[in-house]
Structure formats: C-alpha cells, structure tokens
C-alpha cells in the first residue's frame, strides 16, 4: 500500500532531492573528467619528455652500460617516463643505484627514504659545469630540496638524470669498461652509434633500445640559419644552429604506422628508412612481443597448477566433525600414504616441467 500512495513531500523538499541527486550526479560527472583530465596531462608529460633528446640518452646510457649497472636493475623507458612525471620508488632505484657507483661512496646516507635527493644535489653541484649547460635546477638548503625536487616539472628532472648518468659515466670504473669493449671490434658499435637512415641535409633517424628498456626510433632536424655580421661587403655570416627531436614510435604497432607511411612515401631517404624498419626492427619486435606473450602464459599456466594443487591438498586432508576416519596404526597404511603422497608430488612436477 505503501508503494501505491502518493508521495506527501513538499515541492520544495522535492527540489531539495532533486538538488542532492543533481548534485551527486555532477560529483560523478566531475570525477570521472578529473580522472580524464589526470590522463591527458600524463599523455602530454609523456609527449614532452619524448621530444627532449635527452631521454633518448638516458635510455641509451642504460643499454650501454647495463652490464657495468648491474641486470639486476632492469627498468622499462615507460617505467622511467612515469617516475619522471610522477616519481616513484623504480625512480628513486635507479638514482640511488647510480649514485652509489659515484666517488666517493655515499651508501650510507642513502638509507633514508629521501636522503637520495640530498645526495644528488651534492654530487651535482660539483659536476654540473662539466656535464650540463645553464643553472642547476635544484640545490641543497636545509631539506628544503627534497620538496622542490617534487615539485620540479618533469623536463627538469630529466636534466638531472641526465646529468647523473653523465657523471656515471665518467667514473674509472666505466672508462676501463670501455676500453675494454672498444679492444673487442665487435662490442664497439655499442659506443658508436650509427644512424639508422637520413637525407644528409641535417634530417637524420635513430634506432636504439635493448629487450628490457624497449625500442624507440627516433627524428633529429638540425637546421642551420645564417646570419651576416654586419652590411657590408664580405662581411662573414655567422651559422645559427637549431635542433628538434622526435620520438617517432616505441612500440610494435607505432612502427608499423611509420613503416607504413614511409614505403608510400616519395622521399628517397624516407622510404629507405621505411624498408630499413621492415627489415631490422619489424622481426626483432614481433619476436620480442611473441617471447613476453609465451612467458605470460606459461606465468598463467604455473599459477593454476599451484593453486589446483593446493586446493586438492586441502580437500584431501580437511574432514567433517561428524564423520572421522578410523586410523589404522599399521605399516601398511603408513606405506600407502607415503605412496599417495609421492604420487601427488610426481604429478606436480611432470606438469612444471611441461610448461617451464
């Protein structure tokens, strides 16, 4: 009966209903365009740091220098992208792993959750002439630096980290690493960098990356504008260098766009690039995405065995209260549990096997 009466609410209560529910559905509305606007502005971070060439030498100095790092540190560029925007305990891994490989150590104060920052700034403020150009962006002053190095936009933290895997760089220990490598012809492109295409008129293109940090191809556009001195008559003109980078594609699908586009182009240099992707990078990512596809599965695969396994260890041993299975103090019962139970472990290890 209650359902079939009409509502005894006021007008102006049921305008203040329909304010609340109004209200709640803008609350909605306006949480989910933040959650939009967070990723928009994630995206274009990302597309900001992409067009620094900066990254691309991070990115190369980790794939250079992995085995003198360690591979127990192996992080992602999208990893690294993320903890410049947004930073992260795999940001605070790498600085703190490649401060420790810079003289003199200083494992000790980087112990603290946030000391790393202190340290940085230390050891910046005296290489910073040597490794970079312009004004450091962050100094040290009483703890206040760890705030400021949150509040850094994203480009800023990349020139830090540049910078500090300049200064790593340049430690003994990676100098006789590469005179090393460079006594083996064959670990000396690893250092010498070759393009990977161009028009030799100041357009040129990069292909760089490792299985763990990923595959980027890159775009460099050196332009050079000349300016005359003065007005007179063989006055000397003076050339303006400007260079602009691009981070053309970093994942399978983006070359496959660029290769694309680049066979129907016109340009020579653009179209042997494109049969350069085709032949060089297409087969190495597609074999790279097949490898990552394999080890999910057998993950997968591994993870219901266990717990298959588990849960008919525990139904096989868990019994109702009311019914008690007699027990038999005999030899020939103890056997026969020692027999199931080897079956059972048997059995687990023939399926590990089949999908390791």
């Not at 992602?76 to 891994?93: F, H, N, R, T, Y």
């Not at 895997?165 to 006789?176: E, F, G, L, P, Y």
């Not at 504008?225 to 007005?231: E, I, L, T």
């Not at 008690?324 to 199931?340: C, G, K, L, Q």
């Amino acid at each position: 009966m209650a359902d079939v009466l009409p509502s005894c609410r006021s007008p102006a209560a049921m305008k203040v209903a329909g304010g609340d529910e109004l209200s709640a559905k803008e609350e909605n509305v306006d949480g989910s365009a933040m959650a939009v606007d967070s990723d928009v502005n994630f995206e274009a971070e990302a597309l900001k740091l992409r067009g620094q060439w900066e990254l691309a030498s991070v990115l190369n100095f980790l794939n250079v220098f992995e085995p003198l790092i360690g591979k127990s540190l192996r992080i992602s560029a999208e990893e690294i992208e993320k903890g410049l925007i947004m930073p992260d305990s795999s940001l605070v891994e790498l600085h703190i792993v490649l401060l420790k490989g810079i003289l003199p150590p200083v494992s000790k104060m980087l112990n603290g959750s946030n000391a790393w920052v202190t340290v940085l700034c230390k050891k910046l403020a005296q290489w910073w002439p040597r490794v970079a150009e312009g004004e450091i962006p962050i100094k040290a002053f009483k703890g206040e630096e760890i705030s400021n190095y949150k509040n850094l936009d994203p480009t800023k933290r990349l020139l830090l980290l540049k910078a500090l895997c300049q200064i790593r760089a340049d430690q003994d220990d990676a100098v006789s690493y590469i005179s090393d490598c460079s006594k083996d012809k064959t670990q000396i492109s690893c250092f010498q960098k070759d393009k990977f295409g161009g028009d030799g008129n100041g357009v040129s293109y990069w292909y760089d990356g490792n299985p763990f940090v990923g595959y980027r191809l890159y775009r460099e556009v050196i332009k050079c504008d000349r300016k005359k001195k003065g007005k007179q008559k063989g006055s000397i003109s003076l050339p303006k260098f400007s260079t602009r980078w691009e981070t053309m594609a970093t994942n399978l699908e983006e070359f496959h766009k660029v290769k694309d586009n680049f066979l129907c182009s016109k340009i020579s240099s653009e179209f042997a690039v494109g049969r350069k992707i085709e032949s060089d990078a297409i087969p190495v990512l597609e074999k790279l995405r097949k490898s990552k596809e394999r080890s999910l599965k057998r993950k997968h695969r591994k993870s219901m065995l266990l717990n298959g396994f588990k849960k008919s260890c525990i139904v096989g041993v868990t019994r109702t209260c009311r019914i008690r299975a007699p027990v038999n103090y005999t030899f020939e019962e103890y056997n026969r549990a020692i027999d199931d139970a080897i079956g059972i472990s048997r059995t687990l290890g023939c399926w590990l096997l089949l999908i390791m």
